[in-house]
């Protein structure tokens, strides 16, 4: 049986991280199953965790009036879920998900920021793995919102 220093080496999250930083964030993961339908976290609940998804998809949730949950992003294996545990007041932005048999790795958020505020290394390292990420989805939602633009004046 892999140890969570094992799963962890072969996510993609962690590539190139040195054993050192790999086994101080270890501390703060474990390992999760989640069945389709189950929730990893609520919109505007604490947002204390992020999630590496190791197989299956989650996907991203908003509730839109009159709609209903609108889906805006599916997150696959291979990926991460979850920043606003990085941000204050730490409030979970969306409903996370399962929509398949799900296994990731999840983060304490509150342990990982205490790791990264006493090792400006650690959190530095954390960054570089999660702004990327980021920054692409959010590209892909201008690419999104600029289609849906075109579209409407079509």
């Not at 650690?122 to 959010?138: S, T």
Request: with cysteine; net charge neutral.
């Amino acid at each position: 049986m892999k140890d969570i220093a094992d799963l962890l080496r072969h996510h993609p999250f962690t590539e190139g991280l040195d054993e050192e930083t790999l086994a101080l964030v270890a501390g703060c993961a474990k390992n999760v199953v989640l069945q389709p339908g189950d929730y990893l976290h609520r919109e505007g609940a604490a947002a204390d965790s992020f999630y590496l998804v190791r197989h299956g998809a989650v996907a991203l949730e908003t509730f839109v009036p009159g709609r209903g949950a609108f889906t805006f992003l599916t997150v696959k294996s291979g990926e991460i879920l979850g920043a606003d545990w990085l941000i204050p007041p730490y409030r979970s932005s969306f409903d996370a998900r399962a929509i398949e048999l799900t296994r990731a790795i999840a983060f304490d958020g509150k342990c990982l920021r205490g790791k990264c505020e006493a090792d400006p290394r650690v959190g530095y390292e954390m960054m570089k793995r999660f702004i990327p990420p980021l920054v692409k989805r959010l590209q892909s939602a201008r690419m999104q919102a600029l289609g849906m633009y075109d579209a409407a004046n079509a």
